[in-house]
């Protein structure tokens, strides 16, 4: 086998492995140049070393296997053990073959939900645009976004923490929206959740005002990051505390 190619194989399954295991892609997804060239070298050697234990592990196994059922003499196992510590039973067309994959499969065995939410929260642990979101659906509580024009939207984010890439956009299902007054006060207007109520009950004398096909999905709203000046949780009864009057628009029929 060409050694280009030994030397590569074990690379090519630790960029798979980095790129494919939640802990690590999350954490190096905006690493670039240098940063993660040296994380995937630090992986080939990583996957290159497992399968030299796995190949002397393998080796020693089937010797031992081998003894017993022979009654071989201490004598010979004796020296089956030093040569698991003291001799290379594998050719480097094995152990480069091993590590890729290893790496093209290790995956499968680490990529739980668990491993991919702890995976996430390390990754946005700095970001507190997407700690916000990714609070907001753990608790349940919609988002309240103020933009630099003085509008206001509450809703929920359509999609999770992205720790992947830098986001540009965020993409809610509203509940209500409005506008902040001279006196920086929520000013509520247009009452989303009623509809989004009617919608989803099939609402018979709705649906005859609107267009047969309208869904849900229509009412998505997409956010310049850029164009945000403040967001928050939104809690409906702490709202109902500080404005009464306000609060009755999610309960309009």
Do not use: C
């Not at 929520?186 to 005859?208: G, H, M, Q």
Request: charged share 20%; glycine share 6%.
């Amino acid at each position: 086998m060409p050694e280009a190619l030994l030397l590569a194989l074990p690379i090519v399954g630790g960029f798979l492995a980095v790129t494919s295991l939640y802990n690590q892609r999350y954490r190096i997804a905006r690493d670039s140049g240098y940063r993660l060239y040296f994380k995937i070298v630090h992986f080939a050697i990583l996957l290159s070393a497992i399968a030299l234990v796995a190949i002397q592990v393998t080796w020693f196994v089937s010797a031992m296997i081998g003894l017993n059922s022979s009654g071989g003499s201490s004598e010979l196992k004796a020296e089956v053990w030093k040569g698991a510590f003291w001799t290379l039973h594998g050719s480097a067309g094995q152990l480069a073959v091993l590590a890729f994959g290893i790496g093209s499969l290790v995956h499968l065995v680490f990529n739980t939900s668990t491993a991919k939410q702890k995976a996430i929260e390390r990754a946005i642990a700095d970001e507190d645009f997407e700690l916000t979101v990714e609070k907001s659906q753990r608790e349940d509580k919609p988002i309240l976004i103020t933009l630099d024009t003085g509008k206001v939207y509450i809703g929920w984010a359509v999609r999770g923490p992205i720790p992947t890439r830098q986001r540009n956009w965020i993409r809610i299902l509203p509940l209500a929206s409005g506008y902040r007054d001279a006196n920086q006060k929520v000013r509520l207007t247009v009452p989303y959740a009623t509809i989004l109520a009617k919608l989803r009950d099939n609402d018979e004398e709705f649906l005859s005002k609107v267009s047969s096909d309208v869904q849900v999905e229509d009412f998505e709203v997409v956010i310049s990051i850029e164009n945000i000046v403040a967001m928050h949780l939104f809690d409906i009864g702490v709202y109902t505390i500080f404005d009464p009057d306000g609060a009755n628009l999610f309960y309009q029929t």
